[in-house]
């Protein structure tokens, strides 16, 4: 699927997770194994009074436990106190470090827990110093909590540590990446003093010819480096001494010797090595980050994406990232991520999606109808006689509906079918209100409106053959969108509340969660917002963005949802529009309005979605 951007800015979520008052003790919950019970009774109890918000009387136990420790010490082959564990399980463990060493990686865990790093920092130094084995994650985050207290000096002196003990294999448990490492390195001493970046011209291959200028793009992106901790060799500096050297800018491209030289000259303590090539569809920007007198990089930054329009966005990324900060929730894009895929037994021929995704509903061409849970577990299979031409399912989920091209109509609640019928000519659309209250159906130019119990209180004949055909989440109307693109409004009487002639077949038709806004999508590509009484709010083409004047909620989500090739979603705060273009072979799709997550229709496969912001 092509990933298009849309417009505005996003805003991510922060979400936060925590194991209340058992945090310190599940990260050390397998060291049970090397203690005897005198001294884990003594953790758990102060793990019991951690989740009574009784933290004097924590302290007191986890001291008490620390106490027996040291009084069983030295611990040797030679000298192992008789009723402390000596099982394969605690030799596993003990191999590391002594249980005088866990004790203080405990405590360590605690203190930080309780948000005291000064703590935290002197009782993983004990642990990692009575450790016979580096603890490769620990290190890491005695790096991480130096850092925190502003201590980067010895936050660096930690770090270089810890590469050391990568680079020799000198470790155990799991350590973060050696760039990663290195990556923070460079930002401490970046904030220690001033770091003088040298950035080359940037490598472009197999790129058109409007990405000429992408280098440059990435340079000016680059002015949004803090100025206290990187200076960037301005252009017009390097062109001089190049000059004085008698060399050009692709001479230090490509020879690292004369590279080398001038970066001497320059003082510069970083180089920048930018990349931006297309590979089959895909375009690939790269970074590689060298330190002076370094001939491999440290450090290596990579961003793919169909779309070139999101390079700029990805040439900020890295002025974020190497920094070492967050990313800019405005320079958050959605990815589609999979979800799941079924495999039915026949063609799909109909597909309907719940509003909130909770369920799915598609109609074969062997006349079986599948009712899915949002995660593609099956709930029932249904089955008529003939292909299957039209499903719908409830705002909620619990009611379904299906026609068969015989003219069998049938309508279910859950996993049961309470109405059926046979009626003489094609159902060309059906739609359910919530709680499955009310429901209506077309056959050629003809709607009904009915109940649960199939009892028709109304009919209407439009002038020309019904294409799509919506009812409001309360039932209270009824909108129908015709082959010669007429759309009509009935209420829930049956009265003609208005109608509009948009000039091409009428597809699809959606109603806003409020049902303060109606939206059509017509075969010609076009799509008409219209406020519930009638008047044009808005009209756009799909497959393109849309621009909107204002940020209500409500014919925001008149937009969003899947209109004929193109899916339309909106950010995690609601207020900006996206979409994505599907693939051709997609012969049908429906998704979820109130959150995004959709499901397409190829072949026998269902494939669901949802959109994740990264």
């Not at 360590?108 to 450790?131: F, N, Q, T, V």
């Not at 060399?247 to 990349?275: A, F, G, S």
Request: net charge neutral; glycine share 4%.
């Amino acid at each position: 699927m092509k990933k298009l951007i849309g417009f505005g800015f996003m805003v991510l979520i922060a979400l936060s997770y925590c194991v209340y008052g058992q945090t310190w003790y599940i990260k050390n919950e397998n060291l049970r194994a090397i203690y005897p019970s005198n001294v884990w009774t003594c953790i758990e109890k102060a793990r019991q009074f951690h989740n009574a918000g009784n933290h004097q009387m924590e302290d007191m136990y986890l001291r008490k436990a620390e106490q027996m420790t040291l009084a069983a010490e030295p611990f040797s082959p030679t000298n192992w106190p008789s009723h402390w564990p000596r099982t394969q399980e605690a030799l596993d463990i003990l191999r590391y470090a002594s249980p005088s060493a866990y004790i203080y990686r405990i405590f360590g865990d605690y203190a930080e827990e309780h948000s005291r790093p000064k703590e935290a920092i002197k009782y993983i130094r004990m642990y990692l110093d009575r450790s016979y084995i580096p603890d490769a994650s620990y290190l890491f985050k005695l790096g991480n909590l130096l850092e925190s207290e502003t201590l980067y000096q010895q936050a660096i002196a930690v770090y270089q540590e810890l590469i050391n003990c990568i680079k020799t294999k000198n470790f155990h448990n799991s350590p973060p990446s050696v760039s990663m490492v290195q990556s923070r390195i460079r930002v401490l001493n970046a904030k220690l003093e001033p770091q003088i970046l040298l950035v080359l011209d940037m490598k472009l291959q197999d790129l058109p010819d409007f990405l000429s200028n992408a280098g440059q793009v990435f340079k000016e992106k680059l002015l949004l480096l803090d100025e206290k901790n990187y200076i960037v060799v301005k252009d017009q500096t390097l062109d001089r001494i190049l000059s004085e050297q008698r060399l050009t800018r692709r001479d230090i491209i490509d020879d690292l010797e004369e590279r080398d030289r001038i970066i001497k000259l320059l003082n510069v303590r970083y180089t920048l090595e930018p990349y931006l090539v297309k590979i089959e569809n895909q375009y690939i920007f790269q970074v590689r980050v060298y330190r002076a007198g370094q001939r491999e990089p440290i450090e290596n930054f990579e961003y793919k994406n169909e779309n070139y329009e999101f390079l700029p966005n990805y040439f900020q990324r890295f002025v974020f990232e190497f920094q070492g900060k967050q990313i800019s929730k405005e320079l958050l894009i959605p990815e589609n991520s999979y979800q799941w895929t079924y495999e039915t037994s026949e063609e799909i021929t109909s597909l309907a999606v719940s509003e909130s995704g909770n369920r799915i509903i598609a109609g074969c061409k062997d006349g079986k109808v599948y009712l899915l849970n949002r995660n593609g577990s099956l709930r029932k299979i249904f089955k008529q006689q003939d292909e299957i031409i039209q499903v719908a399912i409830s705002p909620d989920g619990n009611y379904s509906a299906w026609a068969s091209i015989d003219g069998r109509l049938c309508f279910a609640e859950g996993t049961k079918v309470i109405f059926q019928t046979k009626v003489k000519n094609v159902i060309r659309a059906i739609s359910i209100g919530e709680k499955g209250k009310f429901w209506v159906y077309a056959i050629d130019d003809k709607i009904y409106y009915l109940d649960s119990n199939g009892e028709i209180f109304w009919t209407r004949r439009l002038p020309d053959w019904v294409q799509s055909l919506k009812m409001s989440h309360d039932c209270s109307f009824v909108v129908a969108g015709t082959t010669a693109g007429d759309i009509f409004v009935y209420n829930n009487e049956g009265n003609l509340a208005w109608n509009k002639r948009l000039g091409a077949s009428v597809d699809r038709i959606r109603i806003s969660p409020k049902i303060e806004h109606i939206s059509a999508g017509l075969r010609n590509n076009l799509a008409y917002i219209f406020s519930s009484i009638g008047n044009e709010v808005i009209r756009f083409t799909l497959g393109g963005e849309v621009r909107l004047l204002t940020f209500n909620q409500d014919i925001i989500e008149a937009i969003i949802g899947t209109w004929n090739q193109w899916y339309y979603f909106v950010d995690e705060e609601k207020k900006n529009v996206w979409y994505y273009s599907m693939d051709k072979s997609v012969k049908m799709a429906d998704s979820a309005t109130l959150n995004n997550f959709y499901v397409l229709a190829k072949g026998k496969s269902l494939l669901a979605y949802k959109v994740v912001w990264k």
